[in-house]
C-alpha cells in the first residue's frame, strides 16, 4: 500500500498535459504514493452546474493531499449561458473551484516562491552604470493571505436594502447614497486578525526556517487603514518572536516598483489576497514568467499544489503539446517538501535547474518565441521532451 494518496485534478486546458508530466517526475524520484482522480472544472461546470463536485471534495477530505493543473473562469453571464440548457434558471452561480477549495477546507496560508534559475533567458536583467549588463539573482517567496480580502466572495450588484443601511452609517458612502440600487457593485474587503496572524506567523517560520534574512509585509496601509493597518499591526506583534529577521513594510504600488529595480533586496513577503496575487505574478515575471510560477494551498489538515498559469485553452489541443511543464514540476517538489521528503523536493529543483542552466531542451516559451503549432520546426521542445530531460538527470 502506497504511503501517500494524492487527488491528481488535472482540471481544464493544459493543466490535462502537465500534470502528468509532474507525476512521472514524482515518480521518478521515488515519491510512494497512489494517485486517485479528481473531477473538477468547466466541464463539470456545464454539466453539472458544479465545477468542484461533491464527490471531488470527498476525495480531498478523505487523502488531505492534492495537485491541481488549472482551470478555465469566465465572468457570470457568460458562464451562466453556457451552462446545459436544463441547468439554466435554477440557482446555479458560478464560483472558482481553486478559491471554492480554499475556502471549504481553509487553505489560508498560499505560498508562491519565485527563484531565478541560472541559464534562464527570460531572467530579469537590468542595464550597468557603465553601459553593461547585469542579472540579480532573484529568490523572493511570497505568502498570499488565501481565504479573505476581495476574494472572500461577499459581493453584491444591486445590494439589498438592508446593505444599503448599513453602509449609510459610514459618513464616506454619503455620495452614493442616492445612486440606483442596480448601478452599484460593492465588493467586500474583510480581515479578521486570526487569519493575518496565521499568514504572518507562517511567514516568519518559513523565513527562520530556511535562512532568510527579512520578512515584507505588502499592503496599503495609508489609504486601507484598516485592514492593511491590521495586517501591519499584527505583523509587528509576530516580529517580536523573531528578533534576528527584519520587518520591512512597503506599499504594493511603491513594490510593483522597487522589484523591477532591486528585486534581490527582498526574501519573504506576505500580503492580503489580492496584493498576494499580485505581487507574486509580479515577481514571477522576473524568474521566467507563470511557466515557471509553482505555489501550495496550505491548510491545518489539507494542502493542494499547483502552478499559477491559467488553462491556456488556446495550447491544449496541440499535437504535440508545447507548454512548458516546470511550474507544474515544481508544484511536485512543494509537494513533496510538505509531506517531510525534502531530499526529494531538492533532487527535483536541482534537476530542473540543471536543465534549465545547460540549454539544450527549452520549451518556445524559454527561446522568446510566439505559441503555435509551429514552435517544434523552430527548435523549441515539446512538453514531453522538456519533462524527459529532467527525468534523465534524475535517473
Known amino acids: 500500500m502506497a504511503k501517500h494518496t494524492v487527488v491528481a485534478m488535472p482540471g481544464d486546458g493544459i493543466g490535462q498535459l502537465v500534470l502528468p508530466e509532474a507525476v512521472r517526475v514524482l515518480c521518478q524520484v521515488g515519491f510512494d504514493a497512489e494517485y486517485v482522480h479528481g473531477d473538477i472544472g468547466w466541464e463539470f461546470w456545464i454539466t453539472e452546474g458544479n465545477p468542484l463536485p461533491e464527490r471531488t471534495v470527498d476525495l480531498l477530505r478523505e487523502h488531505q493531499l492534492g495537485l491541481f493543473g488549472a482551470i478555465t473562469s469566465k465572468p457570470k453571464k457568460?458562464?451562466?449561458?453556457?451552462?446545459?440548457p436544463e441547468l439554466r434558471g435554477k440557482g446555479h452561480e458560478y464560483f472558482s473551484p481553486i478559491v471554492g477549495m480554499r475556502q471549504i477546507f481553509n487553505l489560508d496560508v498560499c505560498v508562491r516562491p519565485c527563484r531565478s534559475f541560472p541559464g534562464n533567458p527570460l531572467n530579469f536583467v537590468r542595464q550597468t552604470p557603465d553601459g553593461g549588463h547585469e542579472e540579480p539573482n532573484v529568490d523572493a517567496v511570497i505568502f498570499r493571505q488565501n481565504t479573505e480580502g476581495l476574494y472572500c466572495g461577499i459581493e453584491w450588484t444591486d445590494p439589498p436594502q438592508v446593505v444599503r443601511n448599513a453602509l449609510g452609517m459610514h459618513p464616506k458612502y454619503k455620495p452614493f447614497a442616492d445612486v440606483l440600487g442596480e448601478d452599484v457593485a460593492i465588493s467586500v474587503r474583510l480581515f479578521t486578525r486570526n487569519a493575518c496572524r496565521r499568514i504572518v506567523r507562517a511567514a516568519f517560520e518559513y523565513a527562520k526556517r530556511?535562512?532568510?534574512?527579512?520578512?515584507?509585509?505588502?499592503?496599503?496601509?495609508?489609504?486601507?487603514?484598516?485592514?492593511?493597518?491590521?495586517?501591519?499591526?499584527?505583523?509587528?506583534?509576530?516580529?517580536?518572536?523573531?528578533?534576528?529577521?527584519?520587518?520591512?513594510?512597503?506599499?504594493?504600488?511603491?513594490?510593483?516598483?522597487?522589484l523591477t529595480k532591486n528585486p534581490e533586496d527582498y526574501s519573504v513577503l506576505v500580503a492580503g489576497n489580492l496584493f498576494g496575487d499580485i505581487i507574486s505574478?509580479?515577481?514571477?515575471?522576473?524568474?521566467?514568467?507563470?511557466?515557471?510560477?509553482?505555489?501550495?494551498?496550505?491548510?491545518?489538515?489539507?494542502?493542494?499544489?499547483?502552478?499559477?498559469?491559467?488553462?491556456?485553452?488556446?495550447?491544449?489541443?496541440?499535437?504535440?503539446?508545447?507548454?512548458?511543464?516546470?511550474?507544474?514540476?515544481?508544484?511536485g517538489a512543494m509537494l513533496l517538501e510538505h509531506v517531510g521528503e525534502s531530499e526529494k523536493a531538492e533532487r527535483v529543483r536541482t534537476a530542473v535547474a540543471r536543465v534549465v542552466r545547460e540549454g539544450k531542451v527549452r520549451t518556445y516559451d524559454m527561446l522568446r518565441l510566439p505559441g503555435g503549432p509551429d514552435v517544434t520546426r523552430?527548435?523549441?521542445?515539446?512538453?514531453?521532451?522538456?519533462?524527459d530531460a529532467i527525468l534523465g538527470v534524475l535517473a
Open 210 to 258: 530556511h535562512g532568510y534574512p527579512s520578512v515584507t509585509v505588502c499592503e496599503k496601509p495609508n489609504v486601507l487603514r484598516e485592514t492593511s493597518g491590521m495586517m501591519e499591526d499584527v505583523a509587528r506583534d509576530v516580529h517580536a518572536n523573531f528578533p534576528d529577521i527584519k520587518l520591512w513594510s512597503t506599499n504594493i504600488d511603491a513594490q510593483m516598483m522597487w
Open 378 to 387: 523552430r527548435g523549441a521542445a515539446t512538453t514531453t521532451q522538456l519533462t
Open 78 to 84: 457568460e458562464a451562466a449561458m453556457e451552462l446545459r
Open 281 to 331: 505574478d509580479a515577481f514571477a515575471g522576473l524568474v521566467g514568467g507563470l511557466g515557471f510560477a509553482c505555489s501550495g494551498n496550505i491548510g491545518d489538515d489539507v494542502a493542494v499544489f499547483e502552478p499559477t498559469h491559467g488553462s491556456a485553452p488556446k495550447y491544449a489541443e496541440l499535437d504535440p503539446p508545447i507548454v512548458n511543464p516546470i511550474a507544474m514540476i515544481l508544484s
